[in-house]
């Protein structure tokens, strides 16, 4: 039944992607557009396939600096919501400069990044984690304060301690919150790793998919820039649908705790 939900979900965005492709082709024969200018789906695919080591290869390096964004702004991002919820005057203080993470241009900030820590992964990671932080912050911060009034009473009827109120009531509350920044830092991850790259890179033999499309625009390969574009985007549908699915799981176990309570 959830195979078939699924896929019936699934109809509706491939058939407007079919007619996309489909569109694309029509308009690139109707125009004769240049291949260089706009190549023709059939095109790309043809050189998705003849790069296919190699796209494959770089989305491999992107996910591992998205990855390893997303794990630190997890990490950071959930010790500041846990802050932000425990101390009025941290938040008051602290939270005009997260919403400076967010509002200044990242590839503004990437080339500092270089400068201080140098090029490869590590400038990959920072970038991926800066840009995707945010969500993390605000989501898990929101979860963590909106409490239900009635179980802060019973709470506090019981003499429980803020670490208790913070690790028994808080946390688990939370989660949902905490999810679906998760959702959202996972796109953004990929975006930051990939603009990473355009500044940091991982060297001359290993490109990720930033390296790679900065290669093929400059050298006008723009069927092979359109399929690292497309394994770019697919690579962030994979990460945010895992992201997803582990939320779910996670939500799952925590729903079934709260009917176990009640």
């Known amino acids: 039944m959830k195979l078939a939900s699924a896929a ?3 109809y509706p965005p491939l ?6 492709l489909g569109l694309w082709q029509l308009a690139c024969a109707a125009l004769a557009l240049p291949t260089y200018l706009v190549p023709t789906p059939a095109e790309v695919a043809r050189q998705a396939v003849e790069h296919a080591g190699e796209l494959a290869q770089a989305a491999l390096l992107t996910a591992i600096g998205a990855l390893g964004g997303l794990g630190a702004s997890l990490l950071v991002g959930g010790l500041v919501a846990v802050l932000f919820s425990q101390s009025r005057t941290a938040a008051r203080s602290l ?11 990242i590839v503004a900030v990437a080339p500092l990044i270089v400068v201080w820590f140098g090029t490869g992964l590590q400038s990959v990671i920072l970038t991926a984690a800066i840009l995707s932080v945010f969500p993390i912050i605000t989501n ?5 304060v909106r409490v239900d009034p009635q179980l802060l009473e019973l709470f506090a009827m019981s003499d429980a301690s803020r670490l208790q109120l913070l690790l028994k ?4 509350g939370s989660l949902p919150y905490f999810v679906a920044g998760a959702k959202i830092s996972g796109g953004l991850a990929v975006i930051g790793a990939i ?4 500044f ?6 290993d490109l990720g998919l930033g390296a790679l499309i900065l290669q093929t625009s400059g050298r006008l390969q723009t069927a092979y820039l359109f399929a690292a574009i497309f394994a770019a985007t697919l690579l962030g549908l994979v990460l945010f649908g895992a992201v997803a699915l582990l939320g779910e799981l996670a939500l799952r176990r ?8 009640h």
């Open 8 to 10: 019936r979900a699934a």
């Open 140 to 144: 898990g911060t929101t979860g963590l």
């Open 169 to 172: 009531l808080r946390l688990p």
């Open 95 to 105: 939270y005009p400069y997260a919403i400076f993470l967010q509002t200044v241009p």
């Open 200 to 205: 940091a890179g991982f060297g001359a033999d």
């Open 254 to 261: 925590w729903r079934g705790r709260e009917l176990s309570v």
């Open 15 to 20: 058939l407007v992607f079919l007619g996309f």
């Open 195 to 198: 603009v990473g790259e355009f």
